[in-house]
């Protein structure tokens, strides 16, 4: 029967479950959307008077969330309560790569999911439609019904589920824009009834022909090969920029060559410092577990492939640094511009920033670090012992540089006093606006830049007195 949605519950008030509710809320003002978490600070923070201080940072959501909270959008750990009212439940939880046991390493940690899934079964009310949001492994629905029924026949009381797969595809940094015109909607399901009914509500601001269906595996398969093919595209170029250093070509060039093959394409092709976010290696990794497990380590091996190049030309960055600068960077100091795994986002999930500065600081170098939204306690999380543990080695008593390996700057000119080097590994605007005529003048010469994100003008820098490498640049 179809359903008319009135009341949605979202388990998970992160990157995906926070702007995707927000959106759903602006585009549908006849729906009640609460957004429910254990984690009592991420909620206070979506409930923050300053909009500054919102947990998550994506251009343009604070403005939303400033209309729709406190009218039909809500943040709360009152997950009991909000299962109980909804019609829907979105579950939007962390599903992160297992650190132990079966599969460590690779497969999906559905520990959050699961306990989602028991959670909504005890406490639902009626008929709910359980909309799987996470990025989850092939057959997981059938895992999340086995789930909900078992608890029903346990409570005898009434209640029926139906469970679809809507895996989210937004960016983090355009997510407002990705969730407001998305290239499609993925909906897969066996119930025609919970279809539309979901369906009904992507249908107040997005075209109908964007709107997908599939089977529920096919749906659930489809979001890992979407991230799976993506990643592979970097890793393609970033390949094909190693080749290009070496052999006197411009990957910019040859990207642009290959981008205007209607079949290639030109998106995705910008070479940088490998990628990072939550999700592309996870979700390879995911494949990969899932690929060996039905017998075929072919198609393991072909995706493993993606991640392992992506982690060598990490450490490729970081060892050309050290050749560059006579081979040693021991009590070098260098700048650090940008440590959020893209811009426009204050994430660090898997950034290459953490691995380049994990290797720089092994290797004894000093780090200004900036970046425009990563909060300096961010960055300590990330280089957090092991830069204090390097350094704790150099020099005991000298200066808050030495001890810690690392400092956070808050303004850009404040990285490059006496620095050998500033080393871009995030394409934020406002890099490619340095003054480096300006910046020369503070740093200890001969000095570098390495731009791992292609965003200056390499006339500014060469003219500055400063030496240059850029990704892919061979020329
Ligand atoms: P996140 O870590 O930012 O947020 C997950 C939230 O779920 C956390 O705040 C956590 O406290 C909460 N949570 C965990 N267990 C809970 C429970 N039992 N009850 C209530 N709250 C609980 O994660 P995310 O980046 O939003 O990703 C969520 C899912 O979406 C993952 O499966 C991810 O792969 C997928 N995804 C992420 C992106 C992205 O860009 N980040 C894009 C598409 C898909
Ligand atoms: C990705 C997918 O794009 C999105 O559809 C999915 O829902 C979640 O995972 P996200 O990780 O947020 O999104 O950002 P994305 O723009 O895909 O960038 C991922 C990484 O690749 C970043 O480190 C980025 O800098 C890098 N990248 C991207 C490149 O190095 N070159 C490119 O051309 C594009």
Not at 200 to 217: C, F, M, S
Not at 331 to 349: C, H, M, P, Q
Request: with cysteine.
């Amino acid at each position: 029967m179809f359903m008319k949605v009135k009341n949605i519950c979202c388990i998970g008030a992160g990157y995906v479950g926070g702007p995707t509710m927000t959106v759903i809320a602006d585009k549908c003002p006849h729906i009640k959307v609460n957004v429910v978490d254990i984690n009592q600070n991420r909620i206070d923070l979506w409930n923050s008077k300053d909009l500054n201080f919102l947990p998550i940072f994506e251009p343009g959501l604070d403005q939303i969330v400033k209309r729709c909270r406190g009218k039909n959008l809500f943040f709360s750990t009152e997950i009991e309560k909000h299962i109980a009212l909804a019609d829907m439940v979105f579950i939007s939880v962390n599903t992160p790569t297992k650190k132990k046991g079966i599969g460590a390493g690779q497969a999906s940690d559905l520990k959050w999911v699961e306990i989602c899934a028991r959670q909504v079964s005890k406490y639902a009310v009626g008929h709910t439609i359980v909309i799987e949001k996470s990025t989850l492994p092939v057959r997981t629905a059938e895992v999340i019904k086995t789930i909900l029924e078992s608890q029903d026949i346990q409570n005898k009381k009434q209640k029926t589920f139906d469970v679809l797969s809507n895996p989210e595809f937004l960016a983090e940094g355009t997510a407002v824009n990705d969730l407001i015109s998305p290239d499609r909607v993925l909906i897969g399901g066996e119930s025609d009834s919970a279809i539309k009914s979901l369906k009904d509500i992507y249908q107040n601001w997005v075209p109908e022909n964007k709107i997908l269906q599939t089977n529920i595996w096919s749906s659930e398969l489809a979001k890992l090969t979407a991230n799976a093919f993506l990643a592979q595209r970097i890793s393609s170029i970033n390949s094909i920029g190693a080749l290009c250093e070496s052999t006197g070509a411009d990957v910019r060039e040859v990207a642009r060559a290959i981008g205007t093959d209607t079949r290639i394409g030109s998106k995705f092709l910008d070479s940088g410092p490998g990628f990072g976010g939550s999700c592309f290696k996870k979700d390879i990794l995911n494949l990969v577990y899932l690929s060996n497990y039905f017998g075929l380590p072919e198609v393991a091996n072909f995706w493993e492939g993606v991640v392992r190049f992506n982690k060598w030309h990490q450490h490729r960055i970081s060892k050309l640094v050290v050749k560059k600068l006579f081979g040693t960077v021991s009590e070098k100091k260098v700048a650090i511009l940008g440590f959020s795994f893209k811009a426009n986002t204050n994430d660090t999930r898997e950034s290459a920033a953490i691995q380049i500065c994990r290797d720089l600081l092994a290797e004894g170098a000093e780090l200004l670090i900036h970046d425009p939204k990563v909060i300096e306690k961010q960055i300590e999380l990330d280089l957090g012992e092991q830069a204090i543990n390097n350094h704790k080695n150099i020099n005991e008593s000298d200066s808050k540089v030495i001890k810690s390996g690392w400092e956070k700057c808050d303004k850009i000119d404040q990285c490059f006093k006496n620095v050998d080097a500033a080393l871009i590994l995030t394409e934020w605007k406002e890099y490619s606006e340095i003054n480096w005529e300006l910046a020369s003048k503070s740093m200890r010469h001969p000095a570098w830049v390495f731009d791992a994100r292609s965003i200056v003008n390499p006339e500014d820098v060469r003219n500055a007195n400063l030496n240059l490498w850029r990704v892919g640049d061979g020329s």
